[in-house]
């Protein structure tokens, strides 16, 4: 039995995610769980995978649900803001994932009061997220309930009292994955160009980059002293990260989130 309703306009990777959570946590059966999109063989695809409900109109998709999850470009926005406005259901919630759009510019162009914002990242996919989110004033208790379990069944979940954090969390955990996988991806090419082959170097680097976070959550110890066990003087870690701190890595991973999060204001302006 499915505890609410629920609409997803856009249904990329992020919706499709997002709606198998749903579904395989018992949120909300098949039958009551909405999808719209502007290709029709994707909603093929998706009526195929997961036996919901599909259609390429918005509005139709739209008021089917109880909850409305926004999952659509950020570029998007303002023509489905336009296709929407003041036509949804007063009693739906709008559950938004686009990225540095602020739930004022969702109440106004939706005219629409019930809004939750929210940042997930794609670590989701797998029900390993890190989201942020935040809701305003017209959001009741049960709406925000039922907004936690949708956030719950994409991974851990922040409830942010000020709306200012989610760009904050755009720059670290939204974009982070990104980071996470550009790092790896080096570390991999390094080991392959020392003499390591492929496989053996994507094993390594995937436990090493698994291994060291769920240790370094595990421990009392914070980063840097956990960092300074591992760097005995004089040693391989100790000449690995002499080159890091000459290259200003700290520095630069400073400046990539500062630029990142400066983009998600761009974008929500």
């Known amino acids: 039995?499915?505890?609410?309703?629920?609409?997803?306009?856009?249904?990329?990777?992020?919706?499709?995610?997002?709606?198998?959570?749903?579904?395989?946590?018992?949120l909300a059966e098949p039958k009551d769980v909405s999808i719209s999109d502007v290709s029709q063989p994707r909603l093929d695809q998706l009526k195929e995978e997961l036996g919901v409900f599909t259609s390429t109109d918005n509005l139709?998709?739209?008021?089917?649900?109880?909850?409305?999850?926004?999952?659509?470009?950020?570029?998007?926005?303002?023509?489905?803001?336009?296709?929407?406005?003041?036509?949804?259901?007063?009693r739906s919630l709008v559950f938004s994932i686009i990225a540095g759009k602020k739930m004022e510019t969702l109440v106004a162009g939706l005219k629409h009061q019930s809004v939750v914002r929210a940042m997930p990242n794609t670590p989701a996919q797998i029900g390993k997220g890190m989201t942020v989110w935040s809701a305003t004033r017209d959001v009741t208790p049960a709406q925000r309930t039922n907004a936690e379990a949708i956030v719950m069944v994409m991974g851990k979940g922040i409830y942010a009292g000020y709306e200012s954090y989610l760009d904050l969390a755009t720059a670290v955990s939204?974009?982070?994955?990104?980071y996470v996988f550009l790092f790896m991806e080096a570390m991999m090419s390094a080991a392959v160009e020392i003499g390591m082959p492929d496989e053996m170097a994507k094993t390594l680097v995937y436990q090493t980059l698994l291994g060291s976070a769920e240790y370094a959550r595990a421990s009392v110890k914070d980063l840097a002293e956990l960092r300074r066990n591992v760097t005995s003087p004089g040693g391989t870690t100790a000449a690995a990260l002499k080159v890091f701190e000459e290259g200003g890595f700290t520095p630069l991973v400073h400046k990539a989130v500062a630029a990142a999060y400066r983009r998600a204001q761009e974008l929500g302006a």
């Open 174 to 178: 939204g974009s982070g994955p990104a």
């Open 60 to 90: 139709e998709v739209a008021n089917r649900g109880e909850i409305i999850v926004l999952s659509v470009k950020p570029q998007t926005l303002t023509a489905l803001m336009e296709e929407l406005s003041g036509k949804l259901n007063p």
């Open 1 to 26: 039995m499915s505890i609410f309703k629920i609409s997803f306009i856009g249904g990329g990777n992020m919706g499709q995610a997002i709606a198998s959570a749903v579904i395989k946590n018992h």
